[in-house]
């Protein structure tokens, strides 16, 4: 095989398949994936969760992960968000002809250690190769499959005044690793994304208590839309706390920089939970014992007051709103 | 961050608060001009902070806003060129012109390229030698001596295909401007600190000499601007008026004496059209005649066509003061973030995006 | 407007800069603030030093704020 990829890689004959045995089947292989049948035949019984995303990241090689890394744990995180086990991956590229062998190969390893990390298994797959142009180098999607264990109810509508709401961790991290790598922006910052499946976390929550209401990852438009999303679907209102929110000094310095609020910027790794009050105490303490959760913090509750929208208070003891995000966000001169 | 955090003091800041409310006896009306300023007092809550006696408006200090369809639709046909590359402040590309915007020529096919500094857009043209680069010149006096430098360094350098559109603007013949029309009535004006750290607090002085008004240029954290609006209550109480500068660890009375060199090396004043207000004269900036040769409207052929104001849009008279955005019949109804009408919506310290983000009826 | 965010100078080539913002490092122009010197901090807006950052004046600002805040 040369070194670049070809659009005959992607038309299913013998450059096709020694792609896939070449590097794909040694790479994930197991049982359901060695058949290569045209679909993956497996036992699943119980109340199925299935979930899709596209991954179109750029710059797809970023500190602390890739494309591929993101795209495991991407859809992992969204069947852990509903409380689902994550089971089976599908796993498919739309690759723009000449990308690189060697970063295929890298990618694809990426996908292979981040899988083996979430304990799932990539059982069907698919490659497409598209003309120069007609792709941004490499866009995955992956689509997955898990199990809800019996008595999960998590959805962003069963939020209840007085619940408090939980980050696990430090807001921003990826959305500034991956800008400072853009073209034209041009800093370096000492942060990598984090990038992380979080199912097993989330299975350690549910063991501490059975009263999380809701979940969920903040990724694109980050914590301030995952707590509008809450705050809508349930009709409450969230009140959270400047003061409390985790965020590394690095982030705050690169969003000052830009002009951004770090309450946007996308996160990868981290989840938002909202918990009824008599729990949450113990649920972050058993976060805390999950390398995915250290920096956990207690950041607000949801209040009768505002239903449908988001307040902070500012450090200086005033309210102000939280809204949605309007559009990308861009770096700002003034 | 080093000098950012200290002057974020939640103790101090609630101590001064409770100074402000103690000292601030009669009912008075100042404006933060500047559109970083809207944006620190809305993020910190400050407006629902302060006493009832102080009424805060904001002004027409956010050069995005107060860019003319005129010079947006310019920049616009610009983009539309062959072999062009236009390079931008990121401010820029949602606002709407009379037509279209950045961000839908963008879509449209046109190399459009959101850059951090105008140093990138220099990089963009040394990388691309056989294209034109045209860097959109958009700021106030804080950022047009960093484009002055970039030209004088495309001189050096002989970089010959990095070209200018120069919309900048200035800030005390506006504010002139805006106290000649009489429009509002202030006792006091918080002046912009950034701008301020370039010319110093001297142009300012002939607020407090002819109109009888405070002024006191401040800085962006909370403890900044309560300093700020401290000494401004001091000054109306006491009927002192003059300039004063709360922010000393960033401007200097006469300001930065090599920007401004560079500055008027580069650029001359001429009359400029504002959004809102018209043609407000010597408050703008353009190339001097060696420069020209960087200027892009003198180098390309564009027909931007007619330029037209969106309908119902009262941005001109939020920018002056005179309505604020709950007073539009549009705001939040078919002018929002995602469907901005005008640009006051679009800018991120726009007045009508700071009051829909940050809540009229919380941080204003 | 004109977000301008203070910068510390770690070390200059020419009329470069490379400075830093708690581990965020960028390069910026000195060519408005020629006098700047490593160690200063400066204000960086778009990617120059548009002025000196005076600490003098600073811890200044900051006695000042608590004075104020003390005596009403």
């Known amino acids: ?334 | 961050m080093k000098f950012i955090d200290e002057y974020r003091n939640p103790e101090l800041g609630k101590r001064l608060i409770d100074r402000i409310h103690h000292h601030s006896t009669k009912p008075i009306r100042l404006m933060e001009f500047c559109g970083g300023h809207t944006v620190a007092i809305f993020k910190h809550g400050i407006r629902q902070l302060l006493p009832e006696t102080i009424d805060m408006l904001s002004g027409p200090g956010c050069p995005v806003c107060v860019t003319a369809n005129v010079d947006l639709d310019k920049a616009i046909a610009l983009a539309g060129l062959p072999d062009v590359i236009i390079t931008t402040f990121g401010d820029m590309l949602r606002v709407p012109g009379s037509h279209s915007s950045l961000q839908l020529a963008k879509a449209e096919g046109s190399d459009i390229r959101v850059v951090y500094s105008v140093q990138d857009a220099l990089g963009i043209a040394r990388d691309n030698p056989d294209k034109s680069v045209i860097f959109i010149g958009v700021g106030f006096e804080t950022t047009a001596p960093t484009i002055a430098a970039s030209i004088l360094q495309a001189e050096q350098e002989q970089i010959d295909n990095y070209y200018v559109l120069p919309l900048h603007k200035l800030c005390p013949p506006i504010m002139k401007a805006l106290l000649d029309l009489g429009e509002v009535r202030l006792n006091g004006i918080i002046c912009p600190g950034h701008v301020s750290a370039i010319i110093g607090s001297f142009p300012y002085q002939f607020i407090p000499d002819d109109y009888g008004i405070a002024c006191v240029v401040s800085g962006f954290e909370p403890l900044d601007i309560l300093l700020g609006v401290d000494m401004l209550v001091n000054q109306i109480e006491t009927g002192q008026y003059k300039v004063e500068i709360a922010y000393l660890r960033g401007v200097k009375p006469e300001g930065n004496k090599q920007a401004l060199k560079l500055m008027d090396t580069v650029f001359e004043v001429c009359d400029a059209n504002w959004r809102g207000v018209g043609l407000v004269p010597l408050s703008g900036l353009k190339l001097k005649e060696r420069y020209r040769r960087f200027d892009a409207e003198s180098n390309f052929d564009i027909s931007p066509g007619p330029s037209s104001e969106a309908k119902g849009c009262i941005c001109g008279s939020v920018l002056r003061g005179v309505s604020t955005p709950v007073d539009c019949k549009l705001f939040r109804r078919s002018c929002t973030p995602e469907h901005p009408v005008g640009p006051c919506m679009v800018s991120s310290e726009g007045s009508c995006a700071t009051y829909y983000h940050y809540g009229d009826s919380y941080g204003g | 407007m004109c977000l301008a965010i203070p910068a510390l100078i770690k070390s200059i080539d020419g009329h470069q800069a490379e400075v830093d913002i708690d581990g965020v490092t960028r390069q910026a122009s000195l060519q408005l603030t020629p006098e700047a010197k490593v160690g200063d901090y400066v204000l960086l807006h778009t990617g120059y030093a548009i002025n000196v950052i005076d600490p003098v004046e600073a811890e200044e600002t900051l006695k000042l704020l608590k004075e104020l805040s003390e005596v009403y």
Do not use: W
């Open chain 1, 1 to 334: 095989m040369g070194d670049k990829v070809l659009l005959a890689h992607g038309s299913g004959g013998k450059l096709s398949h020694d792609l896939i045995e070449k590097n794909f089947v040694p790479a994930f292989g197991n049982p359901v994936l060695n058949k290569l049948d045209d679909s993956a035949v497996f036992e699943i019984s119980g109340q199925l969760a299935f979930t899709t995303d596209s991954y179109t990241v750029n710059p797809i090689f970023f500190p602390g992960g890739d494309i591929g890394k993101l795209a495991v744990n991407g859809t992992v995180n969204d069947l852990a968000m509903i409380g689902a086990i994550p089971l089976y991956l599908s796993l498919a590229f739309i690759i723009e002809e000449g990308f690189p062998i060697a970063e295929l190969e890298k990618i694809v390893n990426s996908v292979n250690q981040a899988a083996n990390a979430a304990g799932v298994k990539i059982v069907t797959g698919d490659t497409k190769v598209v003309n120069q142009g007609s792709a941004d180098k490499l866009f995955i999607n992956t689509s997955g499959v898990g199990i809800v264990p019996p008595g999960v109810d998590i959805s962003g509508a069963n939020a209840i005044v007085g619940d408090k709401v939980i980050v696990s961790g430090s807001l921003g991290d990826h959305g500034i690793a991956v800008l400072s790598q853009r073209e034209g922006l041009k800093f370096q910052v000492p942060i990598e994304s984090d990038c992380a499946p979080l199912n097993k976390l989330v299975a350690e929550m549910l063991e501490a208590s059975a009263n999380i209401h809701c979940l969920r990852d903040p990724t694109r438009g980050g914590l301030a839309t995952t707590l509008n999303e809450f705050a809508k679907q349930s009709q409450v209102g969230i009140m959270i706390e400047e003061e409390s929110l985790p965020i590394n000094k690095a982030v705050l310095a690169a969003c000052e920089l830009l002009g951004f609020d770090p309450l946007y910027v996308a996160n990868e790794g981290k989840l938002v939970a909202v918990v009824a009050p008599s729990d949450a105490d113990k649920v972050l303490a058993r976060m805390r014992q999950n390398q995915y959760g250290t920096e956990a913090a207690i950041i607000g509750e949801v209040v009768n007051e505002h239903p449908g929208k988001v307040v902070m208070k500012t450090c200086l003891g005033s309210s102000r709103i939280v809204d949605m995000p309007a559009g990308e966000l861009l770096p700002r001169i003034c």
